[in-house]
């Protein structure tokens, strides 16, 4: 099999997208039977994350044409979107649309209560186990968090890290 030239993120050079933020298309070889997921034997992914979306209200609209230009198969989003649940599920919304099959993993920015609707409102825990895989179920974009994604022999898993510095030094 012929491999393309690789540049320095030693992706094929003609697939990565400089200038686009976070954002970047690569073509995956496909292992594993055949799905209905593309038709070619490999498979296009498109990443982004920290798309701040209160920030730049735009920006997921942008990632979406970008992501639909790029005939992607996958569109992987790490995280960062926004703390605000309804702009969250906006911007899930509108990047499900971009893709046959999306998905997603909360950033720390994600997680943030500045929504809660009072001193009993949802905690962070709450937002990563219940609320934020509702809203992608919703949108119909996989939670990696809660959950892999299996698509021909690809296996996409995601988790947010904590750290509580508990191992840090005195």
């Known amino acids: 099999q012929r491999r393309a030239p ?4 030693g992706l094929p050079q003609r697939l990565a997208q400089p200038g686009h933020g ?4 690569a073509a995956l070889p496909r292992r594993g039977k055949q799905t209905d997921v593309v038709s070619s034997t ?12 209160d920030q730049s209200p735009d920006v997921a609209r942008l990632v979406a044409e970008r ?6 198969d996958v569109l992987v989003i790490a995280g960062d979107v926004s703390p605000h649940l309804s702009r969250l599920q906006q911007a899930l919304v509108t990047l499900a649309a971009a893709a046959p099959h999306v998905a997603f993993v909360a950033g720390n920015h994600d997680l943030w209560c500045v929504d809660r609707g009072g001193p009993d409102g949802p ?19 996989s939670c990696l968090h809660d959950g892999p994604l299996v698509l ?11 750290y509580d510095y508990s191992l840090a030094d005195p």
């Open 22 to 25: 976070d954002s970047i298309v």
């Open 152 to 162: 021909a022999g690809l296996t996409l898993v995601g988790q947010t890290g904590w």
């Open 6 to 9: 690789r540049g320095e993120t």
């Open 42 to 53: 490999t498979m296009r992914l498109a990443f982004t994350s920290d798309l701040h979306v």
């Open 67 to 72: 992501t639909r230009e790029a005939r992607a």
């Open 123 to 141: 905690d962070s825990r709450a937002r990563y186990l219940e609320i934020i895989p509702r809203l992608c179920r919703a949108a119909g974009v």
